[in-house]
């Protein structure tokens, strides 16, 4: 019987070497793929850094669009005509004389 015991007890500190041995290769590897991700994040950040284009400022206002004087002077002559200030031959010849014709 001691020998029994003794061959058991042997078996069970092999088998306890190897769950300890087994445990810390474990965390050895783990922690590994944790640095792992944590590398391949820190490049992704970086690379979307480099990737992503300057924050652009608002647009401004668009200018006012130029008004033609030309159109201005025949919407000026068009009231007066609606208003029967100008009567139709007054309108027709202030028209083409703003048009230059």
Known sequence: MPGLVRGMART???VGTANA???KQHQKYAAQDQQAAQAAAYQQQQMAQ???PPPQQAPAAAPAPAVDPTVDKINQLAALHAQGVL?????ASAKAKALGL
Do not use: N, R
Not at 87 to 91: A, H, I, N, T, Y
């Open 12 to 14: 069970a500190a092999i």
């Open 50 to 52: 480099q990737v992503a």
């Open 21 to 23: 041995v087994s445990h």
């Open 87 to 91: 009567s139709d031959e007054e309108f």
